[in-house]
Structures are given as structure tokens and as C-alpha cells.
T-cell receptor
């Protein structure tokens, strides 16, 4: 079973609709992240959470919100989707206590979102 | 804004050729990572470099961290079709520990 799962894997929606993307992890990591990926722009950080009570905005948080329901769950919401939010969205986790590879992040398989 | 400039963005080569991907910044990083991403999947860590001037090898892949910790390179020797994918560099700064700053990515296609 995958350590980091994302649902749905694909979603097509219309402008103005509210959308929620969900992320679950079984790695026991305390840190979780949401990124969007667009061609030629790499991965850009939307929100991140270092523990259940800690939520922080990333570089492109406008139009998005998040909820850390439990250590293992971190969801991303688009309150009113717009076409330029069409992208590939990734959830990732990392372990602050790991003394190995500095800040290695483990990614889910991604959600492809299309806003018409 | 701290940026990681990655070049080239696209690379299409024949099997057996060598290639180098560059990752440059004006910022100093405490560590730099290289990830590889295949279609339909999330990025997977290849290596982390921490010390200025550090060189790490992973089979045919050689990773180098610049002496000033502002740049890095990935060199692939005798590329294989299985090397095809998106390569991403990502850095951590002392002021943003726990967060990664990603480069734009290099799409590599290795033709048989």
C-alpha cells in the first residue's frame, strides 16, 4: 500500500465550484505539504503544516485553504475554483525527527484537476 | 524571492550520450536535493548534498554541490531510456528550514 495517498486522482469541475482534495499518510510523519505543479514552473508550495495545530501559507496560497484534521490527514480546498487553478496537485510529507536526509519529502501520486 | 534556476528545461538525447543538468541560485542553501519524477507519479528523492564541494555518485549519476553552496549539477553518463523523466532540484535555506524551494525542472527524453 502507498504511504501517501491522494483522492481523487483526477477531477474535472466547473468555474465557481468548491473542490476538496484529500491527502492521507501512513508514514507517521508530522509535516505535510501541498504543492501545485505547472509545466515549466516546477513545484510551488501552497500551504504547509508542521504539526496538527500549525498551518502556514506558502508562496501561492491565494484562492486555497487547508485543514489538518489529524496528523495523518491534510486536505486542500478550492472555495471557488477558477480555470487558472487547473494543475497537478501534490501532497507531501516529511519527518522533523529524522536525522537522515535533510528534509526529504515523500510525495503522493498527485491529483490532476481541470477547471472548465 | 529566492529562486532556483534550472537548465536546460528540455533535453532530448540518444541512448549512450552524456548530459549535465544545472541548478543555480544567488542564495546559499544549507542542503540541496535532486528528485526524479515519472509520469503519473510524484517526485522521488535521488540524493541530498550538504557540504560545499560535495560529490555524490549513484550508479551513472553524479551530483555535485558548488563550493559556495549556491549551485549544483547532475551529470548522467551513458544515458539509458530508463533515465527518461523530469528531474527537479530543490534547496533548503537556513531561514526556511523544513521547506523546499524547487527549480523549474528538466524534462529528459532518452531515445533508444
Amino acid at each position: 500500500d502507498a504511504d501517501v495517498t491522494q483522492t481523487p486522482r483526477n477531477r474535472i469541475t466547473k468555474t465557481g465550484k468548491r473542490i476538496m482534495l484529500e491527502c492521507s499518510q501512513t508514514k507517521g510523519h508530522d509535516r505535510m505539504y501541498w504543492y501545485r505543479q505547472d509545466p515549466g514552473l516546477g513545484l510551488r508550495l501552497i500551504y504547509y503544516s508542521f504539526d496538527v495545530k500549525d498551518i502556514n501559507k506558502g508562496e501561492i496560497s491565494d484562492g486555497y485553504s487547508v485543514s489538518r484534521q489529524a496528523q495523518a490527514k491534510f486536505s486542500l480546498s478550492l472555495e471557488s475554483a477558477i480555470p487558472n487553478q487547473t494543475a497537478l496537485y501534490f501532497c507531501a510529507t516529511s519527518d522533523s525527527s529524522w536525522q537522515g536526509n535533510d528534509n526529504e519529502q515523500f510525495f503522493g501520486p498527485g491529483t490532476r484537476l481541470t477547471v472548465l | 524571492t529566492q529562486l532556483l534556476e534550472q537548465s536546460p528545461q528540455f533535453l532530448s538525447i540518444q541512448e549512450g550520450e552524456n548530459l549535465t543538468v544545472y541548478c543555480n541560485s544567488s542564495s546559499v542553501f544549507s542542503s540541496l536535493q535532486w528528485y526524479r519524477q515519472e509520469p503519473g507519479e510524484g517526485p522521488v528523492l535521488l540524493v541530498t548534498v550538504v557540504t560545499g564541494g560535495e560529490v555524490k555518485k549513484l550508479k551513472r549519476l553524479t551530483f555535485q554541490f558548488g563550493d559556495a553552496r549556491k549551485d549544483s549539477s547532475l551529470h548522467i553518463t551513458a544515458a539509458q531510456p530508463g533515465d527518461t523523466g523530469l528531474y527537479l532540484c530543490a534547496g533548503v535555506t537556513r531561514s526556511n528550514t523544513g521547506k523546499l524551494i524547487f527549480g523549474q525542472g528538466t524534462t529528459l527524453q532518452v531515445k533508444p
